[in-house]
């Protein structure tokens, strides 16, 4: 073939690229997908927050024990009884029914039958000291309000 005959640089054509990918789902099914996806993503916030918010005083409680005396730890305690229960369930409830209602609302704290006695008792001991003051904390962070 001829020099001549060849064809030139400039006659040729360049490659066609394809155009470029879409982000954007190509197809309805996508579509549903996402908006599926970002429901389920909005509800588990929403029910994060919910419990977020239910927990507002046991954060609070927590707060207050760390600096609290005996008489003290003994009305954060029975306030927060009253914060998680009726009250006509709780405000009457002293000594031995206390301690009984300690033990029974929080089975995971494993409060055994002497803490709950002493804890029940707090409001006439002298002192707070580290061992009743970490079952209380137990008690606050770990009472089942539904029980």
């Not at 001829?2 to 954007?24: C, D, K, Q, T």
């Not at 003290?72 to 029975?78: E, G």
């Amino acid at each position: 073939m001829s020099p001549s005959a060849m064809p030139s640089r400039e006659a040729m054509h360049g490659l066609i690229e394809p155009p470029p990918v879409s982000f954007w789902p190509a197809t309805p099914a996508w579509l549903i997908l996402l908006l599926l996806a970002l429901l389920l993503i909005a509800w588990l916030a929403l029910r994060a927050l919910r419990a977020w918010r239910r927990g507002a005083y046991r954060r609070e409680a927590l707060r207050i024990l760390e600096t609290a005396g005996s008489t003290d730890a003994a009305a954060i305690l029975k306030r927060v009884a009253l914060a998680a229960w009726p009250r006509s369930r709780v405000a009457a409830l002293s000594g031995a029914e206390w301690a009984a209602f300690l033990q029974r609302t929080a089975p995971r704290a494993a409060l055994d039958p002497v803490m709950a006695g002493r804890l029940a008792q707090a409001a006439y001991a002298t002192e707070l000291d580290p061992p009743m003051r970490d079952a209380a904390a137990r008690w606050i962070r770990r009472h089942d309000p539904r029980l």
